[in-house]
């Protein structure tokens, strides 16, 4: 099935470290999502994105739908031990229906 | 406020066996939509179910197949298991007014095939 191109696929960091991973397409998406999980979880949203060239921010969180909306990134700044996870874009066509994930970025926080 | 309810958590099957997996929506929530997650790939939509009947689907056989009921819960049904359906099954619910309204994911259901 079809996959974005997100990365990179995995960071091993520095606690206090900013993190900065991204998701590209070749289509245009309408929506962009970010998502974390957890070993044995579901995906839990962090940012959602609804419009081209929006940055919105969530605690140490940032995250910017791309001008062309064929790309987001994703930024963690100052990053702590419970920031380790797999983080997740999605891009939706519509505004119903199927989330197109990425591979996943798989974050370790070194402490 | 209950989120998405899916059972079982676990579930061990044998190849050629067939499987449900069930889904209670978050309270509110009148849209399901079921996803594959194989080992280290993110979420694969299967389909989605709004109003009982089958809305939307991926690219996925027809052994795959769901059902919604009035109280909106839903079930994903998996027949003539394959060792390569081994994956994290998870359940998303959210508004047909949009996914701006929220779209929630559950824990999932982790089914093995032997």
């Known amino acids: 099935g079809q996959q974005l191109n997100q990365s990179p696929q995995s960071m091993f960091i520095q606690e206090g470290e900013d993190v900065s991973m991204n998701c590209t397409s070749s289509?245009?998406?309408?929506?962009w999502l970010w998502y974390k999980q957890d070993p044995g979880e579901g995906p839990v949203l962090l940012i959602a994105l609804y419009k081209a060239g929006e940055l919105t921010s969530n605690g140490r969180l940032t995250a910017q739908f791309g001008i062309t909306r064929k790309d987001s990134f994703l930024n963690i700044s100052a990053s702590i031990p419970s920031d380790v996870g797999i983080y997740f874009c999605a891009g939706l066509r519509g505004s119903q229906g199927n989330l197109i994930f990425g591979k996943g970025t798989k974050l370790s926080v070194k402490p | 406020d209950a989120g998405v309810t899916q059972s079982p958590t676990h579930l061990i099957k044998t190849r050629g066996q067939q499987v449900t997996l069930r889904c209670s929506p978050k309270?509110?929530?009148?849209?399901v939509s079921w996803y594959q997650q194989a080992l280290g790939q993110g979420p694969q939509f299967i389909f989605q179910y709004y109003e009982e009947e089958e809305r939307q689907r991926g690219n996925f056989p027809d052994r795959f197949s769901g059902h919604q009921f009035p109280n909106y819960s839903s079930e994903l049904n998996v027949n003539a298991l394959l060792l390569g359906d081994s994956a994290l099954y998870l359940c998303?619910?959210?508004?047909?007014?949009?996914?701006?309204?929220?779209?929630?994911f559950g824990s999932g259901t982790r089914l093995t095939v032997v």
């Open positions: 309270s509110g929530h009148d849209t």
């Open positions: 998303a619910s959210s508004l047909d007014r949009g996914i701006d309204y929220g779209y929630t």
């Open positions: 289509s245009i998406f309408n929506t």
